[in-house]
């Protein structure tokens, strides 16, 4: 388990700036002194102060924290990246390292942890909702000052957020938490993880709010991770406090998660991406974690399936072991990812009939989806890491090609990531830029 620290109160920051809220204070008594005085004037018997009114005065004494609008300008049209813990982005030798990487091969964009699946949120914000779960563990000291000095380098910053999977939330706040049906306590995955409900607008809320801070402070691109239901563990012993399953299937669940993160990040000028299973390029079903692909194109800039080799099945499209095969597993996915996309965005920006966009795309139901709308490009997460095979340069690179091979679709383009979980990046595995 990683070191917690616990973030500075808030209660410590108010009584330094001590002299300053004296003359707020006075600043509010004469105020509303004014607004009483000329309510008597106007001779009126019940005169009060709507709470409309208060909340303005408030609002003037403490505005709300203005955006520092950092996006780097121009963005990379193929953004080439890999990912960074919240360890390694606030070490500054790591991040020269980095640095020096970019400048001598293609890699031009990281995806940095500001909440990973322990729930901590690794910066510091100034948001209510998130003081109120105290969910802060800074280990990025000033996240607006690394994106800087990345955005000087040229370098775009993608923050990764894990949604779902939220060890802290779940534990401080059990009310929200999946419940094991037998024992009415929290319900907890093969890793001894806690999961949060999907249904829950309480937790939608909470990590829009993690959003809206990190855009404020400058990154490039929001990616969302753990957008699903748990997938292992005892999943026939959950419980769910708000996602009613005589309602509604887990991928509509999921939907409406997505339709409404887009419908509250859409005005905060930055890219968003989710991460899916790998196979969720091919699979027709939501595997029972909610994920489909149709429902996830039309509410994200890019989206990012996970088509890491050594997570395919023995005998997957005929190799005992799909982790020697780098290039075929990329290119059979990606071919097969985009043609749903190119299916559904038929089906949703042509004069089909209802019944023709569903007799198209059967396994969704299509009219929940917005029509005439732009769809998210694709940009998959690569594996570099060693599982069922030593993943050397050659290796990467075949991964690499089997994405540029699918070029006429919008991939080549979108660019992809690199995951390693340990952050070491081979640079013969990468071209001279």
């Known amino acids: 388990m990683e070191k917690k620290n616990n973030p500075e109160s808030s209660e410590k920051k108010d009584r330094e700036g001590a002299p300053e809220k004296i003359l707020e204070n006075k600043f509010f008594i004469w105020i509303c002194?004014?607004?009483?005085?000329?309510?008597?004037?106007?001779?009126?018997?019940?005169?009060?102060?709507?709470?409309?009114?208060?909340?303005?005065?408030?609002?003037?004494?403490?505005?709300?924290?203005?955006?520092?609008?950092?996006?780097?300008?121009?963005?990379?049209?193929?953004?080439?990246?890999?990912?960074?813990?919240?360890?390694?982005?606030?070490?500054?030798?790591?991040?020269?390292?980095?640095?020096?990487?970019?400048?001598?091969?293609?890699?031009?964009?990281?995806?940095?942890?500001?909440?990973?699946?322990?729930?901590?949120?690794?910066?510091?914000?100034?948001?209510?909702?998130?003081?109120?779960?105290?969910?802060?563990?800074?280990?990025?000291?000033?996240?607006?000052?690394?994106?800087?000095?990345?955005?000087?380098?040229?370098?775009?910053?993608?923050?990764?957020?894990?949604?779902?999977?939220?060890?802290?939330?779940?534990?401080?706040?059990?009310?929200?938490?999946?419940?094991?049906?037998?024992?009415?306590?929290?319900?907890?995955?093969?890793?001894?993880?806690?999961?949060?409900?999907?249904?829950?607008?309480?937790?939608w809320d909470y990590n829009i709010a993690v959003v809206k801070e990190a855009a404020r402070l400058g990154v490039d691109e929001i990616n969302l991770d753990y957008i699903r239901f748990p997938s292992d563990g005892a999943i026939g012993q959950t419980n769910y406090p708000f996602f009613d399953q005589s309602q509604k299937t887990k991928p509509e669940q999921i939907r409406e998660f997505f339709e409404y993160f887009k419908a509250n990040t859409r005005d905060l000028g930055i890219k968003t991406s989710a991460d899916l299973f790998g196979q969720s390029c091919f699979d027709l079903s939501d595997m029972n974690i909610g994920q489909i692909l149709e429902y996830a194109l039309p509410y994200f800039d890019y989206l990012s399936p996970m088509v890491y080799p050594s997570h395919y099945a023995p005998g997957f499209i005929g190799y005992k072991n799909p982790a020697l095969y780098p290039y075929e597993i990329i290119d059979y996915s990606m071919k097969k990812a985009t043609a749903r996309r190119a299916t559904l965005h038929q089906a949703l920006n042509t004069n089909l009939t209802t019944a023709s966009s569903t007799a198209l795309i059967p396994h969704i139901k299509i009219e929940k989806l917005p029509q005439n709308t732009g769809l998210a490009e694709l940009r998959p997460w690569l594996q570099v890491f060693d599982l069922g095979a030593v993943y050397t340069p050659e290796m990467i690179r075949k991964q690499i090609q089997a994405v540029y091979d699918n070029g006429s679709t919008s991939s080549p383009q979108a660019g992809w990531y690199l995951w390693n979980p340990s952050n070491v990046y081979n640079q013969a595995a990468l071209e001279k830029e």
């Open 33 to 203: 002194a004014t607004i009483v005085f000329s309510g008597l004037l106007s001779l009126k018997n019940d005169f009060v102060v709507s709470s409309d009114v208060v909340s303005n005065i408030v609002s003037i004494i403490k505005p709300s924290p203005s955006p520092i609008h950092l996006q780097l300008d121009p963005a990379p049209k193929t953004v080439k990246g890999i990912y960074l813990t919240a360890w390694s982005a606030s070490n500054p030798k790591r991040i020269n390292e980095i640095i020096n990487l970019a400048k001598n091969t293609e890699i031009n964009g990281v995806v940095i942890d500001i909440k990973d699946y322990t729930g901590r949120v690794f910066f510091e914000t100034q948001n209510t909702l998130i003081k109120e779960i105290s969910s802060e563990e800074p280990r990025i000291k000033n996240l607006a000052d690394l994106i800087k000095t990345l955005h000087q380098e040229k370098i775009y910053v993608i923050a990764r957020l894990a949604v779902f999977q939220d060890l802290y939330l779940a534990e401080n706040k059990p009310e929200y938490a999946i419940k094991n049906s037998s024992t009415g306590n929290i319900w907890r995955d093969n890793k001894k993880l806690a999961w949060v409900d999907p249904g829950s607008k309480y937790v």
